[in-house]
Structure formats: C-alpha cells, structure tokens
C-alpha cells in the first residue's frame, strides 16, 4: 500500500490557550514496499505525525490519501477496516496489554477482524515467535508478570499478528537490550523483505535508521527537514546537528579518517561499510 | 474529545481576578452562592447578572469559553425547567394534553434555570482563574475554620491536590489507551450498547493498572523527599492579602447586602413574574 500525505497540518487544542501547532503543512509521499524513517528532536511531532497515517488523529486541514484513497472522506466503518491494514505500534506499547493471558492479548487485534480461531492461533503463534519469544513458555502467563521487554515484545506481536501491510512502529526499540533491538530490528527487516510490506520507522537511533531504511523522513518543529535516501540525508551533518539530531558515530569516524587519508569516503553510516571502505583504503 | 470539558479548568490571563489570592476569590464564590438561594424577584436576578458579566469582563476570559462549560449541563437544566412548568400548582396559562403549564411553574422554572447557569458559571470562573495548586492552597485556609476537618485541613488539600494533578494526566492516558486499541482494530464508535460496554474492558484495564503504579510511584518519590504530612510544614510560596483582595472582601460585603436590598423591592417589572 502507498500512502499520500498531502499538506497536513495539525493544531492540538485549537482555540484554546493550550493551542499549539504540532504539524506544518507536511507533503510526503510513501510509496508501496518501501521502508521509511523518521528522525527529529523530541517534540517534533513524529508520533502525530503517524497517527493520522490510519485516523486516529483527525488532521486540522489537508489529508492522508492511502492507495489513493482519501481516508478522512470515508465512513467509519471503512476507516475501522483501514487499521486492519495500517498496523501501528505506540510509543511503549506495553502500556496497552489487558488480557489475561498473553495469547489472548496478542489475538485481539486478529479477532477483531473477525477470523476464525484457528486463524487467530495460528498468526498468534507466529508473530510471538517472530518478536523472539517461546510460545508455549509464555502464552499462558498474565501479560503483567513479564519484564519491560517482554511486554514490549508482546505488544509488537499484537499488532504483527494483524498481518498488516502497512507497519508503522512509534520507538519499538527504545529502552531494550542492545540484543533484544538487534533481534527485533532483524525481523522487521526481515518482515519487510520477504512480504514486501511498508515500513515506516520512527527512531532515535542513526545507527539503526542508517542501517535499515530506503528513505529518511527528517521534521523538525512539525515542518519537514529532508525527506531523501540516508546517502544524501547524512550528508548534512552541521543541518542535523542544528536541530538536535546528528549522523551515525561511524560517520563521524570516517570525517576525522579523511583528514589523514584524503582519499576515503565519508558518505558511509554503517560499520560494514565503514570497515569495508577502510580496509580497502589502508590495503591501497 | 475529552479535553473540551471546560469546568474545573484553570485558564491563564493574567488578568486582576486571576491575581486575586485564591482565598478571597473562595470567600466571594461562596458568598455569590450563598446570596443565589435568597433571590426572590427579577430585580435580584438582574443584579446578579451584572455582577457576573463585569467580574467575567475583568477576567478577559473569552465568553465563549465560559457558555461552553455550561453546555454540558443544559439536560439538567432542560430537565428541571420542564420539571417546574408542569408540576408546579397554580394558575393554569396552558395546557399540552394532560399537562398544564401554570404562571407560578413558569416563575420557578425561570428563577430554577438562572438560578443553575449563575451557580456553574459563577463557580467556573473561580476555577478558570485559579491555577489548582492556589485553589488547594486557599481550600486549606479555608478548611482550618472548620471543627473536626481542620486537623486534617492539610491531607485534605494534599489529596484534592494531587486528584486535581491527575485529572488531565487521566485523560491523556485514556486517549492514548483508546487510540492504540482502536489502532489494533477495537470499534468504539458503533455497535450495540452491550458490545459498546464490553469494549470498554480493553480501556479500563490498563488505565486502572497504570493509576496505581502512578500513585504507587508517586507515593514512594514524596517518602524520598521525606514528605510527612502537614506538621511544621513550610511553605515556599506564603499566602497573603494585598490592597486588591480587601477592596474585593469591600465589594463582596456590598455584594450580599444589595442582593440581599433587591428581595425587599417590590416594584413589578411590567410582566406578571
Ligand atoms: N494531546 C496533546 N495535546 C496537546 N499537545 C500535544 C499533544 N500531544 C502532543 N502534543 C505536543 O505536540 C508536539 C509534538 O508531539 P509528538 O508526540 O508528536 O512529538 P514526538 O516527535 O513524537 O516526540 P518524542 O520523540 O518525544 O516522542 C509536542 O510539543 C507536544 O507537546
Ligand atoms: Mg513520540
């Protein structure tokens, strides 16, 4: 699925003291496949941002078209079997479990689109594997008695287990083991690959962004920055640095390296391609 | 959605009212609403409304903002005009079916609707001047009038403070709540009461859950900082009147005693009530 951001503003509280505009005529487009980051300093309106990507935020004026369609002119019930495809996971997502047992939580999402229980088991199962947990260890414990992580986990598999196209995720990685972003990080990439979903990643990490995405969406006091490949997006260090944001360490690395060695790329943002350029560099 | 409820909200203006010490601005409204339940006649009705508009004016709170806060209580009005109209014995003026509206139902049904919209907007912008902080700070000087309540006086305030803190804070995180079920495709809007009602559990239960880590939380940072409780407590931020707060206990004197004139006048208004 494409989705068409087309001059959305949004003003939270309008007409009231608390007015305060969070979004400025944003234009961007995300096309079908694709895997999108975003980047910006706390505060910039990224959650807002994707919150009016399935309806849940109403925009102040202009509109989101989803495969051309204008989401904000259908029904309701239409906009209800949109989230079935544009799946979103919060900001700590763990704050959203109730069930009583973790494969209950996790079906509700699938249950909410009406499938069968067989289906239901049955993409309950895959998707508490897919974010790195034992199914049978754990689909009977209460959601509550598990770690920060695995809540983060589960929440994750709740929105996976809607097998949506579109897969928005607001931070899923922050405040994890560096192992336990690594792996999760590793299936969505996967995700992404093997299905050819959308994936539109919020993160504060240049790192992980550099690593994974075809695109960067930069915002900055709810106007966009950049909207291009991280290739020319990195490329941009003392613009980032201005609005609070910076490029991966390893491009810093490589900046200082080209003062000794003239002839070494800096357009680099992963370790890989940093090792690579520098073997080749030190080797002749 | 949630956040239009007007009442109980503090709106900064920095105007003179919202500069008055909460400790007058409580005495006043009381004393406001105390004199709403001795109007008699229109006379009294008329006064109490200047009253309002000017103290409204000096509060350069939009007016809009103000009838906003009454809309939410226009069933209750609605319901008690039509309550009074018909129930109230008396001389009949018309008659709807079985019902009959008499002269004196109408009377008291127009005093009942002024008499409530007075009483929220007179009480809403003591709330819309007063930051909750001040207005708890106020209740708790208040409070050390009253026998038996003024050994609590201050874990009362304490209390009603932080329950004021939390309200928005509540609010927020049920938004957030409802939006990131209704993201894994909870249907809040449609459907039957029954179903409506059972969709509520995917809200409450992790809304429960998160106040009282909330509160546990909370609880545990005062006990870091050794809060206990209100004996030889300080404060950083003393109450005190100034030259604004005695002109207006003046003119609250003068308030009660010419509402309490108006129910002596006797001229008719050229219509019967
Ligand atoms: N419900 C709300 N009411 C009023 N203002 C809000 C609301 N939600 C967010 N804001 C304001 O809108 C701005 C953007 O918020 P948003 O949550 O989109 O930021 P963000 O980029 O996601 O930040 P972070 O990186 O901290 O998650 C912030 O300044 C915030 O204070
Ligand atoms: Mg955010």
Redesign the pocket.
Known sequence: MSVEIKNLSHT??EGSP?E?R??KDISITIENGSFIGII??????????IQHLNGLLTPTSGTVLVDGKDIFETKKSELIQLRHHVGLVF?YPEHQLFEETVQKDVGFGPKNQGLSEDEIDQRVRQSIKMVGLDFDAIKDKSPFELSGGQMRRVAIAGVLAMEPSVLIL??PTAGLDPRGREEILAQIKSLHTQKQITVVL?S?SMEDIGKMVDKILV?NE?EVVFFDTPNRVFTEISTLESIGLAVPQVTYLMRRLKEKYPEIREDIFTVEAAKKEILKVIRG | ML?DVTIGQYYPTGSVIHKLDPRTKILFTTAFVVMLFFLNNLWGYLATFLILATITLLSKIPVGYIIRGIKGLVLIIMLTVVLNLFMTPGTTIATLGPLSVTLEGLKVATYMALRLIFLVVGTSIMTLTTSPIDLTDGMEWCMRFIPFVRRYAHELAMMMSIALRFIPTLM?ET?RIMKAQKARGANFETGSIISRAKNLIPILIPLFISAFRRADELATAMEARCYRGGENRTRMKQLAFEFRDHASLVLMVMMIVGLYLTTMINIPLGFPI
């Open positions: 939270y509280s608390f305060f969070a979004l910006g300093h706390t505060g910039s309106g990224k959650s807002t941002l900001q607001d931070e919020v504060h915002i709810g | 956040k927020e938004e």
